[in-house]
């Protein structure tokens, strides 16, 4: 068995579905949950005019980002500039990919910007040149492990040792029901933002096991992953992700 363990500083996610709760917004130690069924967050970081750009899919997810990042320390601001970030996704802007497709099957022309903002690192992109960022930028996709393997890819990036914080940002909206193509395809909207670094009390450890969870889990894996995060117990807590095991600790 191969683990890897991490500190999570600061979190923040927002969502339109959350255990059949009422709109609020829910604050614990380090982070925050808002759930809203319209999610009209404007992320502050984002400059009007190239805000334009963005689709409601990205403003939401960038606002959970800015809410992780806030700082008026300029330093700490020129710091993180550099830092790498994970943008992770099952299926990115698939509300503006199916509106293209859509004109293809009408014949209709597709201009060249709706096309580049369909791309699967389009809001990675508009966060990069909104704030300067110049570390690593990765977009990554792995089906319904999205949540795990995004994580799994920042805490790599923190174990070389070359940094001492990675930003991990993993997103999806309610897809089409032509295009969900099993049980845990997402029918809510929902973004996390996760500042990682090595030494935070929360501490979060993923270890690969051979025992493969063979349960027939029918929700998203965002929805236990943030109840996980939002349980103040001091317990070992311990979730599975077909062959991860994930353990969340509190010192």
Not at 51 to 58: A, E, I, M, T
Not at 112 to 119: C, E, G, H, Q, R
Not at 158 to 181: A, G, M, R
Request: glycine fraction near 6%.
């Amino acid at each position: 068995m191969n683990d890897i363990s991490f500190g999570i500083k600061k979190w923040q996610a927002c969502t339109s579905y959350f255990d059949q709760l009422p709109d609020q917004h829910i604050d614990v130690p380090n982070g925050a949950l808002h759930i809203a069924q319209d999610l009209s967050l404007q992320p502050s970081s984002i400059k009007p005019m190239l805000r334009r750009r963005l689709s409601p899919l990205g403003k939401f997810t960038l606002w959970c980002a800015d809410q992780v990042l806030a700082t008026e320390d300029g330093d700490e601001r020129a710091r993180r500039s550099s830092m790498p970030c994970v943008f992770a996704s099952q299926h990115g802007e698939v509300g503006r990919t199916t509106d293209i497709l859509d004109l293809y099957a009408q014949e209709q022309g597709v201009s060249p910007t709706a096309f580049s903002l369909s791309v699967h690192n389009a809001i990675a992109g508009i966060y990069s040149i909104a704030n300067g960022l110049k570390g690593n930028i990765l977009a990554t996709a792995a089906g319904d492990l999205t949540l795990p393997m995004g994580l799994l890819e920042a805490a790599s990036l923190l174990k070389s040792d070359v940094y001492d914080e990675v930003l991990c940002v993993i997103y999806d909206q309610n897809i089409p029901d032509k295009l969900k193509t099993g049980p845990v395809a997402p029918d809510f909207d929902f973004a996390i933002a996760l500042l990682l670094d090595k030494t935070s009390p929360l501490q979060l450890r993923f270890s690969s096991t051979d025992d493969k969870n063979d349960s027939k889990e029918q929700e998203h894996p965002f929805l236990p992953f943030t109840r996980l995060l939002l349980s103040s117990t001091t317990e070992i807590q311990v979730l599975n992700f077909r062959h991860w095991r994930v353990e969340k600790h509190l010192g």
